[in-house]
């Protein structure tokens, strides 16, 4: 499996950005996809997942209501919406994914994943 994640770049706080990973490889619809983030000097975090199916989601507290996720099983493509920016979501987003075929969304940790992507860099000026 190969993931391409982009779509970061520089926003204001206040301002939105999409972020989009895509996957190669093998069944897309079999895979949990994931997005996390690491801050400069901070562990890798978890974000939000979206089920095999895209019929459940899970979000980290730090994004609950600002973010969204969602996925396209015919063009093998998650996305991560992303409003309300704040410095605070500064950090470098990775996309994951974990081979979940018929499970709900359930958050995870960073050692579940079974693939990873190169990440994309977030910047939100204050």
């Known amino acids: 499996v190969q993931l391409q994640a982009y779509g970061g770049g520089l926003v204001q706080a206040g301002g939105s950005l999409r972020l989009s990973c895509a996957h190669s490889g093998r069944t897309f619809s079999n895979y949990a996809m994931s997005w996390f983030r690491q801050a400069a000097g901070k562990e890798r975090e978890f974000v939000a997942t979206i089920s095999w199916s895209g019929d459940s989601a899970e979000y980290s507290s730090s994004v609950r209501g600002r973010f969204t996720i969602s996925r396209d099983n015919v063009k093998n493509t998650v996305y991560l919406y992303m409003n309300s920016l704040t410095s605070e979501d500064t950090a470098v987003y990775y996309c994951?994914?974990?081979?979940?075929?018929?499970?709900?969304?359930?958050?995870?940790?960073?050692?579940?994943?079974?693939?990873w992507g190169k990440g994309t860099l977030v910047t939100v000026s204050s």
């Open positions: 994951a994914a974990k081979y979940a075929p018929g499970t709900a969304a359930q958050v995870m940790g960073a050692s579940s994943a079974d693939y």
